[in-house]
């Protein structure tokens, strides 16, 4: 079993910064890609980023690319998200998701989730 652990999340202005952290614990060594979704009030969770944990491949939503990276230190066992040029429509819960196996895209295990809030 792996455990993730989300932080960063807060409140930014429109055009602000915010770097979203995700500590995995456990049996780390089974973990095939680390993603981050998003979840906005009264919308359904959405696919945001995604890095496989050791070739370190990246895809992002159409949505967030050119704005947001993906990164990881397999030493540290540690995502990051960094997320730039924020916009409103990127206020959402943030939740770090792990999968053993591919499609990326599909979570196996979840953290809490962190929340951003982009005001405008």
């Known amino acids: 079993q792996v455990h993730v652990v989300e932080s960063g999340g807060g409140l930014v202005q429109a055009g602000g910064s915010l770097r979203l952290s995700c500590a995995a614990s456990g049996r780390t060594f089974s973990v095939y890609a680390m993603q981050w979704f998003r979840q906005a009030p009264g919308k359904e969770r959405e696919f945001v980023a995604a890095?496989?944990?050791?070739?370190?491949?990246?895809s992002y939503a159409n949505s967030v690319k050119g704005r947001f990276t993906i990164s990881k230190d397999n030493a540290k066992n540690t995502v990051f998200l960094q997320m730039n040029g924020l916009k409103a429509e990127d206020t959402a819960v943030y939740y770090c998701a792990g999968n053993n196996g591919p499609p990326v895209g599909r979570g196996d295990y979840w953290g809490q989730g962190t929340q951003v809030i982009v005001s405008s």
């Open positions: 890095i496989t944990w050791f070739a370190g491949s990246t």
